[in-house]
């Protein structure tokens, strides 16, 4: 006995018996295949399972009519009951050839149905068919939001229909009120925020409304003047404190300072701060005509947790607003507020953990298809949502769903990019589908849709590479084959370059040459991690070149520094370069360079890490913007070198104290502090990076380093790898 089974998803077609049992006279000639009661009247199966259906929708299936006997036959048949019915009528006459015969399963209700079929030939013979099927409860869809979703059971897809304008929605934001559907969209009115203090800046946060927070500097109005702020009447001018350098002269028998407001040289006293203090240097003071400093010291950490020892396989290094540290890995129980005196672990494991709106956000926790919203000290969930359980529709097409990437759109909008195996495939498949999920804060779906493309098609294990989003919230994705199996995974060529508006909606794609990686954006330009040409967001035309690859890049509003060419964080690539000792900065948005940094005689530089810090150098006066990274000496000492941002000159060189098992592969910033992630042993240019590796990580207490609150900070995108343009979310 043959029976029909199921392949699952939608768009069923017919189930041909013909291919189980073989076709034509080749299947006439098996006997014990063809089953029957006396006579010449045969039928190629003797029962018909259905797969499963939904009232409302159908199945059907074949069944073959023979005759083994030379003569034709005469047949008379029982009626088909409902819910089965026949698609063709049975034949009353069968000859030497197979009839055959399509039979549908259609049922109105759910339950389990049985039926039997019956034909009697003209030679006394007999044939029974029995038709079985199963009707299960028609699922429930998730609607997105402004939407109603119901299951079609015919095409077994959620359908929606968008609410009419003006029905009232939920935003999925504490910042909007009186919401109401446009389009589509849910749109609401900015929820006011005003502590009546000019001083602070009165935000919105999306989860947790209105909070204030101290406000930028005030504006100064030229070197001797310097901005103040008034509660109530908000920035002022007020004079620099005496002695603040104001202009070129700097030694300490004439410099140029600052006096009751006016810049005027001269001779400076004994004990006068003459140069500024650094991470690892006290600041120096005049001695007569000479400025002199103490002796700097090496930075040794005050924090230390070697993951191998623990022993877990963490891998990833995630830094709260606070400074709290959270060490996660693939498919690992995240290590929450790792640096506390009594850490905590999250009580499932996660493919990859980020942070967003204050919160440790993972994937597939805790289940495969599963993004999960925790609080970053206690790993308990705020939301969680389910792709499968959202729409039973993409369940069923798929093997397996889990998620690839997260990214940052906006303080309410989370792009969710799950892959799958297809229905029918086995686990050891290299054919994906991709499905691209737009979340508010809340976890409200705001669209759904699955990604179709050429390269997307070929059963190569095409990949998410690499995952970016703009100011305006806007989604750029970067797919390649993948020349391995199993993570991490290795980026092939070409790739494509895909761009979604903050809803999801498609905008442009482009193909392009290199290896897809990580991208950064900046102000309408987009870079990619192995490619050297800048690409505008608006339509991925080129809007420019640099003679390097952009690598880990960062930026500010007005410089770009790509990684140095060279470096890496891969592990065993340190000697297939030749030493980088360079930092380069181009101009925004010319690309045009302006300024080169060279490391001094017998350095040579360590990674393509980068992250951009803040540093008090001047008392009074704002902090400037560095680049930091890290290098070696001739005698292999460990050294952090921070560099100004605006100029390329060196801000600082500072021995660190600790012997180094890899370059360091991940740099984060905390208030006051560096933390170093070095040791792991896989790939750190694939995704996800150092995959089940047990990595070392150690913080590096510096007071007044802040990180840099700039559009393109470093490391994977910034603080918490949000990997979305602004380090405010």
């Not at 069923?12 to 018996?17: D, F, K, L, R, T």
């Not at 609410?163 to 009115?189: E, V």
Request: hydrophobic fraction near 40%; charged fraction near 20%; include cysteine.
């Amino acid at each position: 006995m043959a029976r029909a089974t199921s392949t699952g998803g939608a768009g069923w077609a017919v189930i041909v018996m013909a291919v189980v049992l073989g076709t034509g006279l080749v299947a006439c000639r098996e006997g014990p295949s063809l089953v029957g009661a006396q006579g010449r009247l045969r039928l190629s199966v003797d029962r018909l399972d259905f797969p499963f259906a939904y009232p409302g929708g159908t199945r059907e299936a074949e069944v073959r009519v023979l005759n083994a006997g030379r003569a034709p036959l005469d047949v008379t048949w029982t009626a088909v009951e409902a819910p089965f019915s026949l698609v063709e009528g049975l034949p009353s006459r069968v000859g030497m050839e197979e009839v055959p015969v399509r039979v549908r399963f259609g049922p109105r209700a759910i339950g389990t149905f049985e039926s039997r079929l019956v034909g009697t030939a003209s030679d006394g013979g007999r044939v029974e068919l029995v038709l079985a099927g199963e009707a299960r409860p028609t699922p429930d869809c998730v609607p997105v939001v402004c939407a109603t979703s119901t299951f079609d059971p015919v095409t077994e897809r959620c359908v929606e229909t968008v609410s009419p304008d003006g029905t009232a929605c939920n935003p999925g934001s504490a910042c909007l009120t009186l919401a109401t559907c446009q389009q589509g969209r849910c749109r609401g009115q900015e929820r006011p925020c005003d502590d009546g203090n000019a001083c602070t800046t009165d935000a919105c946060h999306a989860l947790d409304g209105c909070r204030s927070v101290p406000a930028p500097p005030c504006p100064g109005g030229g070197p001797c003047q310097v901005g103040t702020c008034d509660s109530k009447l908000g920035c002022g001018l007020a004079d620099a404190p005496d002695g603040t350098f104001c202009g070129t002269e700097r030694g300490c028998d004439a410099a140029d300072v600052c006096i009751e407001g006016a810049c005027a040289r001269r001779d400076l006293p004994d004990g006068f701060v003459c140069a500024s203090a650094s991470p690892c240097q006290a600041e120096g003071r005049c001695r007569g005509p000479v400025c002199e400093r103490p002796a700097a010291v090496t930075l040794a950490p005050d924090w230390s947790l070697d993951a191998a020892a623990y022993p877990r396989n963490l891998h990833d290094l995630l830094v709260g607003p606070e400074g709290d540290v959270t060490l996660s890995g693939f498919y690992e129980s995240a290590l929450l507020d790792a640096a506390a005196p009594t850490p905590m672990l999250s009580r499932d494991a996660a493919r990859r953990c980020m942070l967003w709106n204050d919160r440790l956000l993972c994937m597939d926790l805790p289940e495969d298809g599963t993004v999960s919203l925790m609080e970053r000290y206690t790993g308990v969930p705020r939301w969680t949502f389910t792709l499968g359980d959202a729409r039973p529709d993409i369940r069923q097409r798929t093997e397996t769903l889990f998620l690839a990437r997260l990214a940052v759109m906006a303080p309410d909008r989370l792009a969710a990019l799950f892959e799958a195996y297809p229905a029918g495939e086995r686990r050891e498949t290299l054919c994906r589908m991709y499905f691209l999920v737009v979340l508010d804060a809340f976890g409200q779906m705001v669209s759904a849709q699955e990604l179709t493309d050429p390269l997307l098609s070929e059963c190569n294990h095409p990949h998410p590479f690499g995952v970016v989003s703009d100011a305006a919230g806007d989604l750029y994705v970067s797919f390649s084959q993948t020349l391995n199996v199993g993570a991490p995974l290795h980026a092939g060529a070409p790739s494509l370059l895909m761009a979604f508006s903050s809803d999801g909606v498609p905008r442009w794609r482009k193909s392009q040459g290199q290896r897809a990686g990580e991208l950064a954006v900046v102000d309408g330009l987009l870079f990619a991690e192995r490619g050297g040409q800048a690409l505008r967001t608006a339509d991925g035309s080129v809007a420019g070149t640099i003679p390097q690859v952009f690598g880990r890049v960062v930026a500010t509003r007005e410089r770009l520094v790509p990684s140095a060419p060279g470096t890496t964080v891969n592990v065993g690539d340190e000697g297939n370069a030749p030493a980088a000792t360079q930092l380069r900065g181009f101009a925004l948005p010319s690309l045009s360079p302006v300024w080169t940094y060279s490391l001094r005689s017998g350095q040579s530089l360590t990674t393509k890490e980068l992250r951009l810090a803040t540093w008090p150098e001047t008392p009074g006066l704002p902090p400037r913007t560095l680049v930091l990274t890290t290098a070696t000496d001739a005698d292999d000492a460990q050294l952090l070198v921070g560099v100004r941002v605006s100029d390329g000159s060196e801000a600082f060189q500072c021995r660190l104290d600790y012997q180094a098992r890899t370059m360091p592969q991940l740099l984060e910033l905390a208030p006051g502090a560096l933390l170093m992630m070095d040791g792991a042993e896989t790939c750190g240019e694939c995704d996800p990076p150092f995959a089940s590796s047990q990595a070392r990580f150690q913080r590096f207490p510096m007071p007044g380093l802040l990180p840099a609150n700039e559009p393109w900070p470093g490391t994977f995108g910034g603080p918490g790898h949000d990997h979305h343009e602004g380090a405010d979310h």
